[in-house]
């Protein structure tokens, strides 16, 4: 089973935003695969069953995403063992999870993945690494960086709706990594 988890904040005033992008991906997602949505509650997460492949929208706030990934990771039996008391560190997750969020560093409109990569500074992702013990996993980096990132801090940035057009553009681009991507 493939586990892909798109990064957001849940609720209706954060529909829309920059920060929410990986919503705006598995939502899309589930769309073209014909799934449905479902409340997870043990999981913190709202998920939608495919046939191969689970997608997931923790329910945690971005901060706190690495809950409910590993509750989903538990629950599927996709983490590795416990060594006695010791969690096992560094396990390749790689084939298994995919996570996909938004990234400043990236113009809009482009995207990225990444394999085994540090959080470069984004919570959700630093919280999803803290929880599982390791990076090894894919990440769909998908670029929200417009020139208004100068004019107010990157907290605030990330938490602003997306324009009109820019809604445009990701649309497009969350459509184009869907094909390209065999997702």
């Known amino acids: 089973m493939h586990i892909i988890i ?3 904040n849940p609720g209706e005033k954060y529909k829309n935003t920059r920060h929410n ?6 939502d899309a997602l589930a769309k073209n695969l014909g799934l449905n949505w479902e409340e997870g509650k043990k999981f913190q997460a709202q998920i939608a069953k495919g046939q191969n492949s689970l997608l997931v929208k923790p329910q945690t706030f971005m901060n706190n995403s690495g809950q409910s990934v590993q509750a989903v990771l538990a629950y599927y039996k996709l983490l590795p063992k ?4 010791f969690k096992v560190k560094d396990s390749d997750l ?8 938004d990234d400043l560093d990236i113009p809009l409109g482009e995207y990225k993945t990444s394999i085994d990569s540090r959080s470069a500074g984004h919570k959700g992702v630093e919280s999803i690494i803290n929880h599982l013990k390791t990076k090894n996993f894919k990440r769909l980096r998908i670029g929200i960086r417009t020139e208004m990132i100068g004019r107010m801090p990157a907290d605030k940035f990330v938490l ?3 324009r009109e057009e ?3 553009i990701i649309g497009n681009l969350i459509t184009k990594l869907i094909t ?3 997702l």
């Not at 790689?94 to 969020?101: A, D, R």
């Open 21 to 26: 992008v990986g919503f705006m991906a598995v």
């Open 160 to 162: 602003e709706k997306f």
């Open 6 to 8: 798109g990064l957001g």
């Open 166 to 168: 820019e809604l445009k």
């Open 180 to 182: 390209e991507l065999a």
């Open 82 to 85: 416990k060594l006695g008391m």
């Open 94 to 101: 790689s084939e298994t999870l995919t996570v996909i969020h």
